[in-house]
């Protein structure tokens, strides 16, 4: 059996140390030669290491996982992304990248990335267009709206968008940075201008979510538990729905 070396790439202590206890444990044939806290540190293990895989996260401050691929002219290892959301970017992924785990990162669902490593380093294959990825990737990520408010108009990007709450004919949408702001438009008019993006989900008549922050939810209790603390309501008519959305 080949021996495969490993980079693990993740802002979290104990996330990288699950991965590596994980690989370890169920698989022998893989040596993690390095792990790394962020992206610069990671490119720089990469080039003295030369593994045949990188775990990479892509949710890390300062750089994105993703941005890999603006630190090399050739990415000659194969990718397996690590992401907390089951959103948009997951489409890009199954598209362009060999693999992708979602965390928390399952035993079985490992054993596959690593299979299609191991495929793929036995077929001397990488076909992979990272490039094409981040390209995507990119694009969806400065997507913005417009909002017309007094007088001026306001740029969002969506991707900092937590939530949107009806608060009567106003919204207030609260932000991934923690902040919030009051809107003079109601929902609906949110809801118009994102029907078009398939990571935002009205879940409720007072509630629009970004399905990304989405942290755990109860069918039980009708309750939406989503980034920075913030709890967002489900309709009981909404249930069938949500769970095809969140998969």
């Given at each position: 059996m080949s021996k495969i070396k490993a980079i693990i790439v993740d802002d979290e202590l104990a996330a990288?140390?699950?991965?590596?206890?994980?690989?370890?444990?169920?698989?022998?044939?893989?040596?993690?030669?390095?792990?790394?806290?962020?992206?610069?540190?990671?490119?720089?293990?990469?080039?003295?290491?030369?593994?045949?895989?990188?775990?990479l996260d892509i949710e890390m401050p300062k750089y994105a996982g993703y941005q890999i691929v603006k630190f090399f002219d050739e990415i000659n290892f194969h990718i397996v992304f690590i992401t907390a959301y089951d959103s948009y970017a997951i489409k890009a992924f199954e598209v362009n990248a060999l693999d992708y785990l979602l965390k928390p990162i399952e035993r079985s669902r490992l054993k596959l990335a690593v299979e299609k490593v191991e495929q793929q380093l036995k077929e001397k294959e990488n076909t992979t267009n990272y490039h094409q990825l981040l390209q995507q990737l990119e694009i969806e990520e400065n997507k913005t709206i417009v909002v017309a408010e007094s007088n001026q108009k306001q740029v969002i990007q969506l991707n900092t968008i937590v939530a949107i709450e009806a608060e009567g004919a106003y919204s207030t949408i609260y932000f991934k940075n923690a902040n919030k702001q009051l809107f003079s438009k109601n929902i609906g008019y949110f809801e118009a201008l994102l029907k078009d993006e398939t990571h935002f989900f009205r879940s409720h008549k007072s509630w629009l979510i970004n399905i990304k922050h989405i942290i755990s939810y109860s069918l039980g209790n009708l309750q939406i538990e989503l980034s920075n603390n913030l709890t967002a309501k489900l309709s009981r008519f909404k249930k069938n729905t949500f769970e095809k959305v969140v998969g």
């Open positions: 990288r140390n699950i991965l590596e206890n994980l690989l370890t444990l169920s698989f022998p044939q893989v040596t993690v030669v390095a792990k790394e806290p962020d992206l610069p540190s990671a490119v720089l293990a990469i080039k003295k290491h030369s593994p045949d895989v990188v775990f």
